[in-house]
């Protein structure tokens, strides 16, 4: 079992994330992309900026990917963020899975990032026409 957790300013890769659970042990593979959505509440978007208090973001992902690895059957979890200013398309997360099984991998790749987004100190805020706002990880 193996996890690969990244916080980075960098371009995100999901080819970079999907060359380390690839293994022939996993007959599924699991992703979430989240990508910068161009509205919001019926609201155009201009840019999100991204932070994160980065010691207690990465114990947590590990956290995050240990439980996964323990509680899912999963043999591999990458949990990749970026912090930093972002625009419509680019991509602020991946979540990505390994596991023997699709139903595994589903599941596991599921729990990683509602948690992600639960308990991990990483703050959002939005740039629309009308302003900023930071904004809740929960919809």
Same mark, same amino acid.
């Given at each position: 079992?193996?996890?690969?957790?990244?916080?980075?300013?960098?371009?995100?890769?999901?080819?970079?994330?999907?060359?380390?659970?690839?293994?022939?042990?996993?007959?599924?593979?699991?992703?979430?992309?989240?990508?910068?959505?161009?509205?919001?509440?019926?609201?155009?978007?201009?840019?999100?900026?991204?932070?994160?208090?980065?010691?207690?973001?990465? *114990? &947590?992902?590990?956290? !995050?990917?240990?439980?996964?690895? $323990?509680?899912?059957?999963?043999?591999? @979890?990458?949990? +990749?963020?970026?912090?930093?200013?972002?625009?419509?398309?680019?991509?602020?997360?991946?979540?990505?899975?390994?596991?023997?099984?699709?139903?595994?991998?589903?599941?596991?790749?599921?729990?990683?990032?509602?948690?992600? *987004? &639960?308990?991990?100190? !990483?703050?959002?805020?939005?740039? $629309?026409?009308?302003?900023?706002?930071? @904004?809740?990880? +929960?919809?």
């Amino acid at each position: 079992m193996t996890k690969n957790i990244h916080i980075t300013r960098e371009t995100l890769s999901i080819d970079a994330c999907r060359s380390l659970i690839a293994a022939p042990k996993n007959g599924g593979e699991c992703f979430f992309v989240g990508t910068v959505r161009n509205v919001t509440k019926g609201e155009r978007v201009e840019k999100l900026v991204f932070e994160a208090y980065e010691p207690m973001a990465i *114990k &947590e992902m590990h956290k !995050i990917a240990d439980t996964t690895l $323990l509680n899912y059957e999963a043999s591999t @979890v990458v949990i +990749h963020h970026r912090i930093g200013e972002l625009h419509i398309g680019e991509i602020p997360v991946i979540i990505a899975v390994g596991a023997p099984h699709r139903d595994a991998a589903f599941k596991a790749c599921r729990f990683a990032i509602d948690t992600l *987004k &639960e308990t991990v100190p !990483i703050w959002k805020k939005e740039f $629309l026409e009308s302003g900023e706002v930071w @904004v809740s990880a +929960h919809p």
